[in-house]
């Protein structure tokens, strides 16, 4: 069976735990990627390079992901205007970001070229080991990483395709000779349903994609029908903190482990001690000691993120000891709470965070770490839709911050109407009706000068979004200097 085989066949396939099939994908075809620069289409790029097959793409944007790329043999433009795709294309990859008024796919459509979503050919890649996959409105680049190196420390070698770069495991995606595939599944427009998982992950359900879903209902639904998908013989691996998760996993036909912080669970975990950055933790399972663990990264988000990955690995048969190790060195993910520098005692902070729940515990963990600290937050909101849809409870979300910036709105997958409806001014208002000290600098540019000359020493700064605020970062430690 072929890649393309391995497409058509994702609805009707059933995976059994311990079995796969020993598919290739298109070794020596052509498969051209729209939008070739986005975290998860640029992994799997790399895991299709690795595999044999040529690939081509277009981003209107470059980037260290486009670069690493080239430099595996990608042949990569920047125009994305249809004139660059090569004639022997023999199927097309395009991302949700992609419309259907985008010059390259229009090309593709008239040459007659087989187009398949990225979260298909995720699905397709699945297919051929057994799958773990990560899903949730929060933590999935975290836990999808934890769960890669568990299993790369424990000599597993695992393919991975992960939303973020990883240093401790090489990047953002990796061809392993073992039998498991670790994805993070998104559930953006239902994607995170082309998957054929053995072994699933819900870390919590909120309101987000509202743009796509409408009301919590239809998330929560998408997210019992990810449930279905997992193997009779499998496991789902659920936060038991979250009531909008009891109701998804309803639909699960698998085994169900639980886990949390504060209640009883078949995982639990309990925190020791939490300073310096350091969190120190017992684990308990179904009420028995199990062992006490560290984690070098800030925030009980990321205990329950390790808890997740725990009771994964456990389940695939990985020993204690290769999960406290790999446990105890992991140093996150690029853009998940990323010392970028310290200049004159300035720390400079760069995180993804864009939903009022991230931002929330993000600025927690930042306070935690650096009591009695200025903390300094600059948010770029990413997306119209979400800002409009989540208004309220982004204003609540930064009572942590002593002083924030806002820039202007981050757009993506936004209509002009969504354009015309929100900005950030609207939420510099709101922010500031609940009582934080908020000031609205529309261009990134401004904002490093700003926080150049006002910033003193012993100050935190912590730059926050989906989009490219992480360059006010970089721009600050570099002026800072």
Request: net charge neutral; with cysteine; glycine share 8%.
């Amino acid at each position: 069976m072929n890649l393309s085989e391995g497409i058509d066949r994702m609805n009707t396939h059933t995976s059994t735990l311990g079995s796969h099939c020993n598919c290739r994908p298109m070794r020596g075809n052509c498969v051209y990627f729209i939008g070739i620069g986005g975290i998860g289409m640029s992994a799997v790029a790399r895991i299709l390079l690795k595999e044999g097959c040529v690939v081509a793409g277009s981003d209107t944007r470059p980037s260290s992901l486009t670069l690493t790329l080239e430099k595996m043999g990608a042949r990569i433009n920047t125009r994305q205007d249809g004139s660059l795709m090569p004639l022997e294309t023999d199927m097309v990859v395009i991302s949700a970001a992609i419309s259907e008024d985008n010059p390259d796919l229009k090309i593709a459509r008239k040459m007659g070229i087989r187009v398949v979503k990225y979260s298909q050919i995720l699905g397709s890649l699945m297919r051929e080991k057994r799958g773990i996959a990560i899903s949730g409105t929060h933590g999935k680049t975290t836990t999808s990483a934890m769960i890669s190196n568990i299993l790369k420390t424990a000599g597993l070698d695992p393919t991975f395709v992960i939303g973020g770069e990883v240093p401790d495991i090489g990047g953002n995606a990796h061809l392993g000779m073992g039998d498991l595939f670790v994805a993070e599944a998104c559930e953006y427009d239902r994607s995170f349903l082309n998957l054929v998982p053995q072994v699933g992950v819900i870390t919590n359900i909120e309101e987000d994609h509202l743009d796509y879903y409408e009301n919590i209902e239809k998330i929560i639904n998408a997210f019992g029908d990810f449930a279905a998908l997992i193997s009779k013989e499998g496991l789902l691996v659920v936060n038991n903190h979250d009531k909008n998760i009891s109701r998804a996993m309803q639909k699960a036909n698998c085994k169900v482990e639980t886990y949390s912080l504060d209640s009883a669970s078949d995982w639990q975990g309990k925190i020791i001690s939490s300073g310096n950055g350091i969190n120190r933790f017992s684990i308990f399972r179904r009420n028995s000691y199990f062992d006490d663990f560290t984690l070098k990264i800030p925030g009980s988000h990321n205990i329950l993120n390790a808890l997740a990955a725990t009771a994964v690995c456990t389940f695939i048969g990985v020993d204690k000891d290769s999960i406290k190790t790999a446990l105890a060195s992991f140093g996150g993910a690029k853009r998940r709470f990323q010392i970028i520098g310290v200049k004159n005692n300035i720390t400079v902070i760069d995180d993804y965070a864009h939903h009022p729940t991230e931002i929330r515990v993000t600025l927690k963990a930042a306070r935690e770490l650096y009591p009695g600290k200025k903390i300094w937050c600059v948010f770029q909101p990413h997306q119209y839709s979400r800002t409009r849809h989540l208004l309220r409870g982004f204003a609540k979300s930064f009572q942590d911050a002593n002083k924030v910036l806002f820039a202007d709105i981050y757009a993506s997958r936004d209509t002009d109407y969504e354009k015309t409806t929100m900005n950030s001014m609207r939420l510099c208002e709101e922010t500031r009706n609940a009582g934080v000290d908020v000031q609205y600098i529309p261009q990134l540019g401004d904002i490093v000068n700003v926080l150049s000359s006002d910033v003193k020493p012993d100050d935190v700064v912590i730059t926050m979004g989906a989009g490219d605020v992480w360059k006010v970062a970089y721009d600050l430690v570099a002026k800072l200097e």
